[in-house]
């Protein structure tokens, strides 16, 4: 095989684990970014006699399992590689594929540059699942520069200590009255909910580009957009409320009840499911606004892509004056409100 070490060493791992679990066919789901991957994987289990079938679809976490995508194609097996396990029950057996990155040396370059943007000596240090094991490394880097790293026990969906979410950041919170400062090790993305529901400073490391920012400002600019995409809901008469067909975001319930609400408050609105919310999906539906009962981050990061406003539960809720306009709102019951 052409693959590296490690990548070896990462797919003997899963095609051992497959070998137990017998399957007859299997689909392998993975985000992008990790698709070369997954067809390497696909090629070692077809050298063996197991067939595979790669889904090319988009896969945002987690809560994106391919449930029906695999019942089409009469797969007895998904194998879900680069999240980590997000759902209590599953329609189609799934294998969770964590995909982590280990020593990766240019981490200390990027922690280097976080130093002065740090507050304080106490530094809550969360991750995304790709990096959960570089946690260590971290306390350990930052122990040179007398700060002390502190990590929150797994709760909510994590899966590990210090594992954060795009949606879930229960690991953060518990440690919120121990901590100065918070830093944030994958992504500007991840880095940005966490600050929407703290008062901490909230620092992302990207360690791939080398990037280490505080995010007080680009959660400012983004808390000014959602004002005023509420604002501009108020004035809409006819309402889009979506609900999305994803196992982990489908949220029927509350959009049957925001539809009793939206009635209630004078106004039009249709239930509508989707698959993924994009803007030329809904451009030709002659809506006025929409409710995302899907991943809250589309509303929170994609705002821009969509015409119209697209309105969290909370933020609906603000808009009919059931709810006052703070930060609480993107609480990490943002999505529930009820």
């Not at 939206?262 to 809904?282: A, G, Q, R, V």
Request: charge should be positive.
């Amino acid at each position: 095989m052409n693959y590296d070490s490690n990548e070896e060493n990462r797919i003997e791992k899963i095609i051992k684990k497959i070998k137990e679990i017998n399957p007859s066919k299997i689909l392998i789901q993975s985000p992008i970014g990790l698709k070369n991957f997954a067809i390497k994987v696909s090629d070692e289990l077809n050298k063996i006699g197991i067939p595979t079938i790669i889904s090319a679809n988009p896969c945002h976490g987690g809560c994106d399992v391919a449930f029906s995508e695999a019942k089409n194609i009469n797969a007895d097996l998904i194998l879900h590689i680069g999240h980590s396990k997000f759902l209590s029950k599953h329609e189609v057996c799934t294998l969770y594929y964590e995909y982590h990155y280990k020593n990766f040396k240019p981490l200390e370059d990027t922690l280097r540059k976080a130093i002065p943007l740090i507050n304080g000596k106490n530094v809550g240090i969360v991750a995304t699942i790709q990096w959960i094991e570089m946690l260590k490394e971290t306390i350990n880097f930052l122990e040179k520069y007398e700060i002390n790293g502190i990590i929150g026990k797994k709760c909510g969906l994590a899966q590990h200590n210090g594992q954060i979410i795009g949606c879930d950041y229960s690991t953060a919170k518990i440690i919120e009255k121990d901590i100065d400062s918070y830093i944030v090790i994958g992504s500007t993305f991840h880095a940005l909910g966490l600050k929407l529901i703290t008062e901490k400073s909230v620092i992302a490391i990207e360690p791939f580009i080398g990037k280490a920012i505080d995010i007080e400002d680009i959660a400012k600019k983004v808390l000014t957009q959602r004002y005023m995409k509420i604002q501009e809901f108020k004035k809409a008469k006819k309402i889009g409320i979506l609900i999305c067909l994803k196992p982990g975001q489908k949220n029927l319930k509350i959009a049957e009840k925001l539809k009793e609400i939206i009635e209630k408050n004078n106004k039009k609105s249709s239930l509508i499911t989707i698959n993924e919310i994009e803007n030329i999906h809904l451009e030709e539906m002659n809506f006025d606004a929409y409710i995302n009962t899907c991943c809250p981050r589309v509303s929170i990061d994609d705002q821009y892509m969509f015409k119209k406003p697209l309105l969290l539960p909370s933020e609906v809720l603000i808009a009919l004056n059931y709810l006052e306009w703070g930060k609480t709102i993107y609480s990490l019951n943002y999505l529930h409100p009820f």
